[in-house]
């Protein structure tokens, strides 16, 4: 207990002895926002003298300590250092440390919020973290390049890219959106906006159908189009940079459509087979797809559809659709 006590107080004690000299700033995200996905945590060190190592802690669980100090690393990042965190949904404690050594030196605490459910609503009082402001855009210039020209946006080399030095990882998925592989970045996002830097160019569904035409006249033939669809929320269900799924959906299907459709899955859904087991909805194969598993999207059209069910192949009636699977 006193050994527990003592320690405290020495690291106390260098925190408020050092507090000047290392100046442990967090960058991003910033005390007090909230994030829609958890890319990245920034943190610059200062330099006079120069920390040798980082923790990193987040709602209690805390890293080793990352060491910072080989020549190679200063050379690349300088004081910098950017990591991928893995926030917990909701609230984040966050803390961060530098040492010298096995002394630590500097510590900073920030309280982020992670909003990971497009359908929920953000704690109120919050804001949301955005980073391209011009002001703290600075403290990347000179290793990155913060003004890029026309000419080098649309450069589709990741190599060379000026979105790709900072942004490249969120492509490392299976089923990269056609426009974000080749970094048509700037197509979607506007280069003028304002207050911010690069927010989308239109809102909701009006960016998507300017290249999915087909899929507007699609919703227009249809009788019924899908509550999330007729209110523009194609981001609830696609990802517009990449996927681990194929159509880049946010989620695998069955998933996807029972985050919002909860009772479906707690009741019996369909029919029920021998020995009352209900129909299944998923963990076998599609019989009517090409090789991938049955989900919602097997029997349901996700966008539109003649009736308000929306059955695949314009079915009008179950025993159309059962047909389709089921030969006898
Ligand atoms: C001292 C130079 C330096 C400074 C200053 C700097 N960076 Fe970097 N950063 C690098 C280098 C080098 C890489 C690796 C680039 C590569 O692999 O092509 C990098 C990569 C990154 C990556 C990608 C990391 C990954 O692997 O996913 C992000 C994100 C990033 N920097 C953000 C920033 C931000 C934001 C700022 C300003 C607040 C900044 N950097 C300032 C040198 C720097
Ligand atoms: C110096 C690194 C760096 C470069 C270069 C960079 N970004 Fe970012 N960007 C970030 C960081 C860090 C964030 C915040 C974390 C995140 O969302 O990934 C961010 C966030 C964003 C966001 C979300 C809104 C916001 O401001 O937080 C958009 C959109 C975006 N960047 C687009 C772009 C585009 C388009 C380019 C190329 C013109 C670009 N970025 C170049 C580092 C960079
Ligand atoms: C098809 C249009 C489109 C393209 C192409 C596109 N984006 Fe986005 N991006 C969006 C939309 C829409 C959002 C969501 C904005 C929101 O939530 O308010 C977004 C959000 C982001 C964010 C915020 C974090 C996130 O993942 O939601 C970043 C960072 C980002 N884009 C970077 C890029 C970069 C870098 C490229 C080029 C490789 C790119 N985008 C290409 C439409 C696009
Ligand atoms: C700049 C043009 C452009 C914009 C804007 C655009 N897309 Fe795409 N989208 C494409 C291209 C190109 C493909 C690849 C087509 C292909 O491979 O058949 C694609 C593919 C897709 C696919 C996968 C199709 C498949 O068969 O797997 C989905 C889903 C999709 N886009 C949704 C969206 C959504 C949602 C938005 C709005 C956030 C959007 N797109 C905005 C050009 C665009
Ligand atoms: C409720 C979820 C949901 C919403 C909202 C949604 N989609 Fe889809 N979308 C899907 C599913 C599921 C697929 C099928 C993916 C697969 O299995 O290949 C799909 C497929 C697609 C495809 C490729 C196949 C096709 O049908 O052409 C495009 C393009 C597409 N969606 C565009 C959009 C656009 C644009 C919007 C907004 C107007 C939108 N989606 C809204 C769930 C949704
Ligand atoms: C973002 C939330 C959301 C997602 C994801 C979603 N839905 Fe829906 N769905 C709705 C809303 C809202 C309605 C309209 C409810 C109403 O009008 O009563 C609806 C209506 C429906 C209906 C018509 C219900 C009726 O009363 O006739 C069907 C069928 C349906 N969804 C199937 C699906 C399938 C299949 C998926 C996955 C591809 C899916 N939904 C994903 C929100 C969602
Ligand atoms: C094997 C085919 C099949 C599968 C798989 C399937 N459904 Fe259905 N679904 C139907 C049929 C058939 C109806 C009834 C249509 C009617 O009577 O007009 C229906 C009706 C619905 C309705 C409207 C009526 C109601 O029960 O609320 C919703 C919403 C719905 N399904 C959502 C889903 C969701 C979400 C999933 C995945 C968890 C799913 N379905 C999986 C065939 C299927
Ligand atoms: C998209 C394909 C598909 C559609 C459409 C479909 N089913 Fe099925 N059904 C399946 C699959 C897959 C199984 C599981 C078969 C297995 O386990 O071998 C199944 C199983 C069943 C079973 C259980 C059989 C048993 O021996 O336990 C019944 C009953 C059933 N379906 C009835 C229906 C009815 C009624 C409809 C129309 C309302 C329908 N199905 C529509 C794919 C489908």
Redesign the pocket.
């Known amino acids: 207990m006193k050994r527990l006590y003592s320690v405290g107080l020495t690291a106390l004690f260098a925190i408020l002895l050092c507090s000047n000299v290392y100046a442990l700033q967090l960058l991003y995200p910033l005390d007090g926002t909230y994030v829609t996905k958890s890319n990245y945590l920034i943190v610059k060190g200062g330099t006079d003298p120069l920390l040798t190592g980082v923790s990193i802690e987040i709602n209690g669980v805390n890293s080793d300590v990352i060491d910072i100090s080989s020549e190679a690393y200063r050379a690349a990042f300088g004081d910098m250092f950017i990591v991928k965190p893995l926030f917990d949904p909701g609230k984040n404690q966050i803390i961060v440390e530098g040492f010298v050594g096995k002394e630590r030196m500097a510590r900073v605490t920030a309280t982020v919020y992670y909003q990971d459910r497009f359908d929920q609503a953000p704690p109120a009082g919050l804001s949301r973290e955005v980073f391209h402001y011009p002001g703290r855009e600075e403290a990347c210039v000179g290793c990155h390049n913060m003004t890029p020209t026309t000419a080098e946006l649309s450069n589709p080399d990741p190599r060379k890219n000026p979105c790709a030095s900072c942004h490249m990882r969120m492509l490392n998925l299976p089923h990269v959106h056609g426009p974000a592989g080749v970094y048509e970045c700037t197509y979607c996002h506007a280069v003028d906006s304002s207050p911010s830097k690069y927010m989308p160019r239109l809102e909701g569904a009006a960016l998507c159908l300017e290249c999915h035409e087909d899929k507007m006249e699609e919703f227009r033939k249809s009788n019924f189009v899908h509550g999330p669809v007729d209110a523009g929320l194609c981001l609830a269900c696609h990802d517009p940079h990449a996927s681990s799924e194929r159509g880049q959906l946010t989620m695998p299907a069955?998933e996807l459509?029972?985050s919002c459709?909860a009772q479906?899955?707690k009741v019996p859904?369909?029919a029920r087979g021998s020995g009352g087991k209900p129909?299944p909805?998923k963990g076998v194969v599609n019989p009517a797809g090409t090789g991938e598993d049955?989900?919602?999207a097997?029997?349901?059209e996700p966008h539109s559809g003649v009736?308000s069910?929306m059955?695949r192949w314009g079915a009008q009636s179950?025993m159309t659709?059962c047909a389709k699977c089921h030969s006898k």
Do not use: Q
Request: charged residues 5%; glycine residues 0%.
């Open positions: 069955y459509c029972a459709h479906v899955v859904h369909v129909h909805l049955l989900s919602c097997s029997c349901h009736t069910a059955l179950r659709l």
